[in-house]
Structure formats: C-alpha cells, structure tokens
C-alpha cells in the first residue's frame, strides 16, 4: 500500500470502521461480565479477577482496546475536519430531516459524549484498578482482612450515587444513538453491502444499539435499587 | 388547457453579483402560477417580468429539460431537486407546492461547487474526476469488437446500466452534509468495475478517482444515505460499498 492510499479518507474511515466494530465486539464481552453481577456475583467474582490479573489481558487484549479507542477517536476528529471543511458556506434554509437519520449527521455529538463518559468510567474504575495493582503490588483481588474478592463490592459502591447513575444512564443512551448508525455503517465503509446481507445486518444493528445499552443501563439501575434497600 | 387554479408564492432566491460577490436572498412575488408549469418554466416567467421591469434575470443551468443531461441544479426548500423523489429541477412540477407557500431557492453549496453567478455553480469538479479514470481505453482502429460479443451475467449488466444513468448533476453532493461525491465517483466506478471491459484498468480508475475527488475539495462519506434519496436517477449507496471494495483491494497492490 502506498503512502498515497492512506491519506485518503476512505483508508481512514476503513480504520474507523474496523475499530468500531473491534469495540463493539469489546463491548458485548463486557456486557456479559457485568451481567453476571446481576445472575451471579461469585461468578462475577472470579471473572473480574481473570480478566484483571491474566497477562494476556493486561498487557496484550487492553493495550489493543486502549489503541482501538484512540484510533477511533483520532479518526474522527480528522473525518469531521474534512466532513466540516467540505462545505464552507451553509445552506440557509436546509431540510436534512427528509434524507437522513440525526444519528447519522451527528456521529461526532454522540461520540465525543461517549469518550467522556469513558473519562469518568477510567476515573472510576480503571485508574483505582491500576493505583491497587501496580502501585501498591496488590494482585490478590481482594481488600485486607476480606474472605472474598473486591470487585462486586466495589461495583455496588460506585452504584449508590443516582449522579452517577443519571450521567451513567445518559452515556448509554448516546452510546445507543451513536451505534443505531455506527453498526451498519461499519459494514457499508469496509465495503460490505449486499441485498441478501444487509438487511439482517441492519436488524442485527438495531438491535445491538438498543438491547446492549439497555442491558448496562439496567444493571446499573438493578445495583442502584438494591444498594438502597 | 387546464382549469386548476393558478398559485400564488413567494420565492427567495440567491442572487450573487459573481464568484467574488457576497450574495444574498432576494424575495420575489408570483401571483397565478400555473400548477402545471415545471420549475423552470415558472422561473422562466420571474425572468420574463424581471428583464420586463429593467432588472437582471436569475441566472440558473438548463439545457434539455427532460431530466437527462444534468445540467439544471437548484436546492430548493431544503433539498436538492427540490421535493420530488427521482426528479430533476427541470421536471419537477408547481403542483408539488401549496398556494401561498414560501419556497427557497439557492445554489448547490459544497467548496468543490463555486457559486459562478446566482444559482449557477461550476460543476466542473465532476468532469475533473471523470478524466481521471472514468473511462476505458479502446483502439478506434476499425476493428474494434462489438461489445455485445462479450457475454455478461444479467444481474451485473444491469447494475452497471444501472450506476451509468448518473447524469453527473451533483445533487449528491448537495445533499451530502460532507458535501461528499462519493455516489456520483462510486456510480462511475460501478459502471466498468462491474464489465469486463473495465477489468483492465480497474485499480488505477478506482484509486485515481477517489484521490481526484477529494483533491476537488469533496469531503468523506458519512453513509447518511441523503445522496440515494436525492439522487434524481436513484443511484444506490450500494455502489459506494464496491468502491471502497475496490478501492481497498486495489490499494493492496498498488
Ligand atoms: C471514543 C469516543 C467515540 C468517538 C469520538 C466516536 C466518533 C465517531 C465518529 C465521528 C464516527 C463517524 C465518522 C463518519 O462517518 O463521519 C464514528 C463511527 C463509528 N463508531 Fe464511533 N466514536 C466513539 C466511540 C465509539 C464506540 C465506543 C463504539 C462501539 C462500541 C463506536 C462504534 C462506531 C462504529 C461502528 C462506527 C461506524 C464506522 C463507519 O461509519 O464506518 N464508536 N464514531
Ligand atoms: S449519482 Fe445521482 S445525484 Fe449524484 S451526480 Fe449522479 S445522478 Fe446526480
Ligand atoms: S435540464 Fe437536463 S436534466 Fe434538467
């Protein structure tokens, strides 16, 4: 490939398409996690120290997320330049309601609220997880003097503010807008249409865009409740 | 010829001196239009009363108003071609509008369409991108051999047929809200990519294209899918998905 081909926008929106789809796969493992909060906190337990102390993980799977995410969003700041660039004097009087979704003109609104909302999420979760384990060396998994693991107790806790829950809550429903587009497109920019596929495809992505927030958002109402009684 | 009650409407309608002129809306009063009058034709009698009262005609591209050249443009309340589904300006018709409605006309807009005068805009971008691979080479020698002596599957025959109605009028683009021509490029892409004939220079027609395209100034795809609903010809974002099919498997080895 030459140097020329990935200055393109197509080579760029490719790689936005495929770290979407990465994330999307990402985000149905951690999906199902979560949920075994709700089915089984044991089970959740044992999960979450896996996931948090196996190497393959923690230093090959996370840093690939860590790269997903930046690429994505590293492409999108340089797709909306180019997008916004494109037309530099508006149309007055404009009818963009008659030929396409809002969620498909406003892909970097409901994107740009994800990647804050995943601000306060590694502010929550992720950098306590990294001050316990590689700051203070404590891989056990568990708090001192404990019999069990941590992880569903910690869960619970960040659970019991309804500010968290509300902005939580809202998060996911940008989440779902952006997906209700982001799923499909994905397919179309890498270059996947066809009329035998794409409308399964398209079920398939309304499906994941509403049913999976929906899923999170639940979970974090379900620990909210029950931290409250 | 027909006895269906005349319109009265109110147009705004961009007026711009030259390229280097602000511009502006200018609103204009038409009492009795006839619901059967074509868009055109409506401006055409603005034009008439205008040059009657000493005033500049509204500059605006035509040529066969029959819808299939490409020349006629216009964005009209909000959407290129205005409201009609599968229409050029040129045929679309008064009688899609309402008596007393107020309609706003103004050019494509997009950094690849220069507005040249009022609502003509320099289009030539399109023709840029159509010379730098939108075509395959064929030896005039007297011999060449008849194209219907190839056999071609149906269905890709007809998609092709399909992808070449593009008129290359840009409503595309106008209506893209990246100003992005990627219909109009993937339709003239699709049209050879999908013949044999446009096997030999596939890669450097798909890659030379889409490079064209956003030297012009055109911008990405978002897949919001406003081009296929405003695309006079029902060109589908289908043949989007093979450019980038083919732009992808080209750029491997290219
Ligand atoms: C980090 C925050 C995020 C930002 C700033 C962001 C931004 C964007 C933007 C601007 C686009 C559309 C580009 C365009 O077509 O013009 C897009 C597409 C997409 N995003 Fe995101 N996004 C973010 C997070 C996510 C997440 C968490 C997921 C999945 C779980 C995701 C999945 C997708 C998918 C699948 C697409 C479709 C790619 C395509 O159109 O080809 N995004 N994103
Ligand atoms: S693809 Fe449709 S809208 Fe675009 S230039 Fe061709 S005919 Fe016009
Ligand atoms: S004037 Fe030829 S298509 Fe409208």
């Known amino acids: 490939m030459s140097m020329e081909n990935s200055k393109t926008s197509i080579f760029k929106k490719v790689l936005m398409a495929l770290s979407g789809l990465f994330l999307l796969i990402f985000l149905l493992q951690h999906f199902i ?3 075994l909060s709700v089915i089984n906190p044991d089970a959740f337990n044992d999960v979450s120290h896996f996931m948090g102390t196996n190497p393959l993980i923690q230093f090959i799977m996370q840093p690939i997320l860590m790269l997903g995410v930046v690429l994505h969003l ?14 530099p004097i508006k149309y007055a009087y404009n009818k963009p309601d008659k030929n396409s979704s809002w969620m498909s003109r406003n892909m970097i609104i ?6 804050l909302f995943l601000g306060l999420h590694f502010y929550d979760f992720w950098l306590p997880e990294i001050k316990t384990k590689f700051i203070d060396g404590d891989f ?4 001192a003097g404990a019999e069990g693991y941590r992880y569903f107790t910690e869960l619970q806790h960040k659970f019991m503010s309804p500010v968290r829950i509300i902005i939580y809550c809202l998060a996911f429903v940008f989440l779902a807008l952006h997906l209700l587009h982001g799923f499909q497109s994905a397919f179309q920019t890498v270059g996947l249409n066809h009329n035998k596929y794409t409308p399964t495809i398209k079920k398939i992505g309304n499906l994941y865009a509403v049913l999976i927030p929906l899923g999170f958002i639940f979970i974090a109402v379900f620990h909210f409740i029950n931290a409250s009684h | 010829m027909s006895t269906e009650k005349g319109l ?3 147009l705004k309608v961009w007026r711009q001196k030259n390229a280097q002129a602000k511009g502006q809306l200018d609103t204009y009063e038409m009492k009795d239009v006839s619901p059967n009058n074509s868009f055109l034709e409506m401006l055409d009698i603005l034009n008439d009363d205008l040059i009657n009262q000493g005033d500049n005609p509204v500059a605006f591209d035509h040529d066969c ?11 009209i309340n909000g959407e290129p071609h205005g409201p009609g589904r599968n229409v050029t300006t040129c045929q679309l018709h008064m009688r899609e509008f309402q008596d007393g409605e107020t309609i706003y006309i103004e050019p494509f807009r997009a950094k690849a369409f220069p507005v040249i005068k009022d609502l003509i805009v320099d289009r030539s971008a399109l023709d840029r991108i159509q010379h730098a691979g939108g075509y395959i080479s064929v030896n005039t020698s007297g011999n060449t051999q008849d194209a219907n002596a190839i056999p071609i599957e149906k269905e890709n025959a007809d998609k092709a ?4 109605t593009c008129i290359g009028c840009g409503a595309c683009v106008a209506a893209c809200k990246n100003a992005s021509a990627s ?5 003239k892409v699709s049209q050879f990519a999908l013949l044999p004939q446009g096997q030999v220079e596939a890669k450097d027609r798909v890659l030379n294209m889409v490079k064209q395209a956003e030297a012009e100034g055109f911008g990405p795809c978002s897949n919001t899918g406003a081009c296929e609903i405003e695309c006079p010809k029902g060109i589908s974002i289908e043949n989007i998905a093979r450019m980038n099919r083919e732009f992808l498997s080209a750029s491997l080895t290219k």
Do not use: W
């Open chain 1, 33 to 35: 996690i979560n949920f």
């Open chain 1, 74 to 87: 590293v492409m999108g700041v340089v797709i909306e330049q180019r997008n916004r660039a494109a037309r």
């Open chain 1, 110 to 115: 409901t994107g740009v609220m994800v990647i």
């Open chain 1, 140 to 143: 056990s998994g568990k708090l």
């Open chain 2, 8 to 10: 009265n409407i109110t």
């Open chain 2, 65 to 75: 108003r029959e819808g299939i050249c490409g020349a006629c443009s216009l964005h």
């Open chain 2, 161 to 164: 047929f399909d992808a070449a």
């Open chain 2, 183 to 187: 219909l109009f490029v993937s339709a």
